[in-house]
Nanobody, 124 residues
């Protein structure tokens, strides 16, 4: 059974940092595109960042460029999201996702596997 499990969410003050992790089990995802999405209160799920299997192709949403960094450790089947300079508008449930095709994309519907999400709350 394939599972993606996120961790590292929590409550942080504006300007602070958090590091999210997403570990996969049940399958090796080393050749998959890995990504992070988020869904704020009353909003649709939106793209945050994506990384190709080797890490050589990375894409970010404009709203997080320069503040967030996506990375991966294929030996651990894990993808990370380092979030710095957090803002209240970053408050959301953060989801990790995996896509068989090794090409980062921002399209929600292009990802076959999803985690359950982890809550990130940024206070002002």
């Amino acid at each position: 059974q394939v599972q993606l499990v996120e961790s590292g969410g929590g409550l942080v003050q504006a300007g602070g940092s958090l590091r999210l992790s997403c570990t996969a089990s049940g399958r090796t995802f080393s050749s998959y595109t890995r990504a992070w999405f988020r869904q704020g209160p009353g909003k649709e799920r939106e793209f945050v960042a994506a990384i190709s299997s080797s890490g050589g192709n990375i894409d970010y949403a404009d709203s997080v460029k320069g503040r967030f960094t996506i990375s991966r450790d294929n030996a651990k089947n894990t993808v990370y999201l380092q979030m710095n300079s957090l803002k209240p508008e970053d408050t959301a449930v953060y989801y990790c996702a995996a896509r068989l095709i090794n090409l980062p994309t921002s399209r929600v519907g292009s990802f076959e596997y999803w985690g359950q999400g982890t809550q990130v709350t940024v206070s002002s």
